[in-house]
């Protein structure tokens, strides 16, 4: 049963940078894509992008100046990096593991969630 | 990329059948059978319920199925239950490779 565990800092100022991490426990963290998604109060979900194990990132358009996100095999985890936060950047962040294979499309199992609140 | 259009809000009594949209183009929705339906409950993290347009993933109910018709999707809920209240959002690959998600549907047992 995989599961993920993701934790960072909850409260930022504006331009600052956003991290955080998840962790993968109980399954294999080299078969698949992982990925970030975010969700501002309220409001509903945004695909931040995805890596692989071996490292390929596929960001949205939107975000893809500010983000990246990385991998450590070693220790089954992958990261995210968001630079010169905003208020609009405040949201529920989740890590979320893909499929396998590209092209396809689903996340399953999520993380339990990190807020990440921007505010001076 | 917009958000795939899904309405704000469903609703039915207990027993009865409702049914989601999701709408998107020729670039997304209409271009792969790659569409997923996701569950989320107040205040957790969402769960999948559909892959691949209709397939169900090991411990969803029968209950939930999944279709596609062009560039619009959807989710049917039959049999609705009190724990069927809930939001639903549908996804879906996209030409560039990235993914998109619904507006979100918030469904109402009455």
């Known amino acids: 049963q995989v599961q993920l565990q993701q934790w960072g800092a909850g409260l930022l100022k504006p331009s600052e940078t956003l991290s955080l991490t998840c962790d993968v426990y109980g399954g294999s963290f080299s078969n698949y894509y992982w990925n970030w998604i975010r969700q501002p109060p309220g409001k509903g979900l945004e695909w931040i992008g995805e890596i692989s194990h071996s490292g390929s990132t596929n960001y949205i358009s939107s975000l893809k100046s500010r983000v990246t996100i990385s991998v450590d095999t070693s220790k089954s985890q992958f990261s995210l990096k968001l630079t010169s936060v905003t208020a609009a950047d405040t949201a529920v962040y989740y890590c979320?593991?893909?499929?396998?294979?590209?092209?396809?499309?689903?996340?399953?199992?999520w993380g339990q969630g990190t807020l990440v609140t921007v505010s001076s | 990329q917009s958000a795939l259009t899904q309405p704000a809000s469903v609703s039915g009594s207990p027993g009865q059948s409702i049914t989601i949209s999701c709408t998107g183009t020729n670039s997304d929705v209409g271009d792969y059978n790659f569409v997923s339906w996701y569950q989320q409950h107040p205040g957790k993290a969402p769960k999948l319920m559909i892959y691949?347009?209709?397939d169900r993933p090991s411990g969803v109910s029968n209950r939930f199925s999944g279709s596609k018709s062009g560039n619009t999707a959807s989710l049917t809920i039959s049999g609705l239950q009190t724990e069927d209240e809930a939001d639903y959002y549908c996804s879906s690959y996209t030409s560039s490779s990235t993914r998109v998600f619904g507006t979100g549907t918030k469904v109402t047992v009455l």
């Open positions: 979320a593991r893909g499929p396998s294979i590209l092209p396809n499309n689903w996340f399953d199992p």
């Open positions: 691949d347009v209709s």
